[in-house]
């Protein structure tokens, strides 16, 4: 089939599209950024900040847009979620420091995606190309963990590794922001007891965050009548978002529909199905979401939130007794160091 008769065999798919599977494509993509926005809630609630989720949800729709629109809008979205935040009362440490975590915790639950998908996807399509790679990948992390609690047990090989490290901090600002980095993890490790039930709940929100997505894209393909290739999705998926996350272009343009598309016909789907899918998935995920992410940006930026954040807080009263230099973020206690490294590390995350 020529290019020209694809395109025109997509065309007509999309003229047909079942109407209660898109609205729950639509629905499943709503859930999807309701549970983005619970994760950081409930995260900012732990550090003992409870706000209402309309503002935590406009923040993460607005967040998004920028996140998505913008030449490295990344950037730029962690720090107006950042100044939003602090228009309610929550330090500008602390926000890096819990988009940080919620960050962290979505890359976890994607790499479990993934690792799933790729343990199910039997013997042939990307799954089976995907597997080794990722399995290395996973066998690799494991060793480096070993070796680095077998090394806490060698007093000379820790010297040397100390003393290289040390050089690369003092001559590379990469490694001395890890440094930072990993200081703030050791600091937060060793000072505060961990919440089991609040992690969970976090990891839990961050996993159905992803599934979710990938619900809408399973009934995408339920809306053309197309079966899913069920072995093969989850791969299929967690590569479309990890080539996205590499944010080569604004909102992954390009790159996820390429990824998306190449993935589907990989899988068995034939190509008109695969452009028709890829582009009823992305119009709900990314152009149905831009104007309302932008929407909420405008209404927190100039609405009535901006004019009251214009007026400085009022400085809290502090009761008399001995200060402590700690911040605290979901039971963990922060100190100097950890904070700072946190806000820097926060400034360039994005989600």
Same mark, same amino acid.
């Given at each position: 089939? #020529?290019?020209?008769?694809?395109?025109?065999?997509?065309?007509?798919?999309?003229?047909?599209?079942?109407?209660?599977? &898109?609205?729950?494509?639509? $629905?499943?993509?709503?859930?999807?950024?309701?549970?983005?926005?619970?994760?950081?809630?409930? &995260?900012?609630?732990?550090?003992?900040?409870? &706000?209402?989720?309309?503002?935590?949800?406009?923040?993460?729709?607005?967040? *998004?847009?920028?996140?998505?629109?913008?030449?490295?809008?990344?950037?730029?979205?962690?720090?107006?979620?950042?100044?939003?935040?602090?228009?309610?009362?929550?330090?500008?440490? %602390?926000?890096?420091?819990?988009?940080?975590? #919620?960050?962290?915790?979505?890359?976890?639950?994607?790499?479990?995606?993934?690792?799933?998908?790729?343990?199910?996807?039997?013997?042939?399509?990307?799954?089976?190309?995907?597997?080794?790679?990722?399995?290395?990948?996973?066998?690799?992390?494991?060793v480096l963990v070993v070796l680095a609690g077998f090394t806490q047990r060698l007093p000379p090989i820790r010297r040397v590794l100390r003393h290289a490290w040390h050089e690369a901090v003092l001559r590379w600002s990469v490694a001395r922001s890890t440094d930072e980095a990993l200081g703030a993890l050791r600091e937060v490790v060793h000072s505060?007891?961990?919440?089991?039930?609040? @992690?969970? =709940?976090? /990891?839990?929100?961050? %996993?159905? *965050?992803?599934?979710?997505?990938?619900?809408? &894209?399973?009934?995408?393909?339920?809306?053309?009548?197309?079966?899913?290739? @069920?072995?093969? %999705?989850?791969?299929?998926?967690?590569?479309?978002?990890?080539?996205?996350?590499?944010?080569?272009?604004?909102?992954?343009?390009?790159?996820?529909?390429?990824?998306?598309?190449?993935?589907?016909?990989?899988?068995?789907?034939? $190509?008109?199905?695969?452009?028709?899918?890829?582009? %009823?998935?992305?119009?709900?995920? /990314? @152009?149905?979401?831009?104007?309302?992410? @932008?929407?909420?940006?405008?209404?927190?930026?100039?609405?009535?939130?901006?004019?009251?954040?214009?007026?400085?807080?009022?400085?809290?009263?502090?009761?008399?007794?001995?200060?402590? #230099?700690?911040?605290?973020?979901?039971?963990?206690?922060?100190?100097?160091?950890? $904070?700072?490294?946190?806000?820097? $590390?926060?400034?360039?995350?994005? =989600?």
């Open positions: 089939m #020529s290019r020209h008769a694809e395109l025109s065999a997509a065309a007509a798919l999309l003229e047909h599209v079942r109407t209660p599977w &898109l609205v729950t494509a639509v $629905v499943a993509e709503a859930a999807s950024m309701a549970c983005l926005a619970a994760l950081e809630r409930g &995260l900012l609630r732990a550090a003992g900040h409870l &706000l209402p989720i309309g503002f935590v949800a406009a923040v993460t729709l607005g967040a *998004n847009a920028v996140a998505g629109a913008l030449p490295g809008g990344a950037a730029f979205a962690t720090v107006w979620t950042v100044r939003k935040l602090r228009d309610r009362r929550v330090e500008p440490l %602390l926000g890096g420091a819990v988009l940080v975590v #919620s960050g962290g915790l979505s890359f976890a639950a994607l790499v479990f995606i993934l690792v799933g998908g790729v343990l199910v996807a039997g013997s042939g399509g990307p799954g089976a190309q995907a597997r080794p790679v990722v399995l290395t990948f996973l066998a690799a992390a494991l505060s007891p961990a919440k089991g039930g609040l @992690w969970v =709940r976090a /990891y839990l929100l961050a %996993l159905g *965050n992803w599934v979710c997505d990938c619900a809408c &894209l399973v009934c995408c393909m339920a809306a053309f009548g197309i079966h899913p290739p @069920w072995r093969q %999705l989850a791969v299929v998926y967690a590569v479309t978002q990890l080539a996205g996350a590499l944010r080569l272009t604004p909102g992954g343009l390009g790159i996820v529909e390429g990824s998306l598309g190449t993935l589907l016909v990989w899988s068995g789907l034939p $190509v008109a199905q695969a452009i028709a899918v890829t582009l %009823l998935y992305r119009a709900i995920s /990314y @152009w149905l979401l831009q104007p309302v992410g @932008w929407s909420c940006w405008l209404r927190l930026s100039w609405g009535r939130g901006h004019r009251r954040s214009m007026t400085p807080p009022r400085a809290a009263s502090t009761p008399p007794g001995p200060q402590r #230099s700690q911040r605290s973020c979901c039971g963990l206690a922060f100190g100097p160091r950890a $904070v700072q490294a946190f806000h820097r $590390v926060g400034v360039m995350t994005g =989600r």
